[in-house]
């Protein structure tokens, strides 16, 4: 097994659990300790623990300080989403971590406001690899910006929002 299937499933059993993933969405808008993490997902303490454990464990996630809660000490976690944080590096592993942002997006359409404007692009296209270049690096440059935009969850004067954006490049058909 080469080093890259290794680091992919570190990385995808850190994201095995559909609640990691809001997690780490949490985690980009704030630095949170796992009994925050449980409030705002109404988890327990022990489940919190334990999801931000597997998450750290995989690369996902950052410890981002420690502070003495009743003569205890309370782990700050936080994800950095201009770093590459045990993004896979196999074509299962894309593939699986596609499959789960995309069940995620499904969840979260449950909480949709449908009267409100909306952004959505699907397409499969062909484009010369200088444009292609230039358009992906521009989103991704977006996406950082959008990711250092979010405050912590419930911060006055915010909206909750989704984002989610896939592009990769194709094989051409025979």
Do not use: C, Q
Request: no cysteine; glycine share 8%; hydrophobic share 45%.
């Amino acid at each position: 097994m080469s080093l890259g299937e290794e680091d992919d499933k570190a990385a995808l059993r850190a994201m095995a659990h559909p609640v990691r993933l809001r997690i780490m969405s949490l985690l980009t808008g704030a630095s949170l300790t796992a009994a925050e993490v449980a409030r705002e997902l109404g988890l327990t303490h022990a489940n919190a623990s334990y999801h931000l454990r597997n998450l750290h464990a995989g690369g996902m996630i950052a410890l981002a300080g420690e502070e003495k809660i009743r003569g205890g000490v309370a782990k700050r976690y936080r994800y950095l989403a201009s770093e590459d944080r045990g993004l896979p590096k196999t074509p299962d592993g894309n593939r699986m971590l596609f499959t789960t942002a995309a069940n995620e997006l499904s969840r979260r359409t449950t909480a949709a406001k449908w009267d409100g404007p909306k952004v959505m692009a699907d397409a499969e296209l062909w484009i010369d690899p200088a444009g292609w270049k230039r358009i992906k690096e521009s989103i991704a440059e977006l996406m950082i910006e959008l990711h250092l935009a979010a405050k912590p969850p419930r911060a006055p004067g915010t909206i909750r929002t989704s984002t989610t954006v896939a592009m990769f490049e194709m094989e051409a058909e025979a």
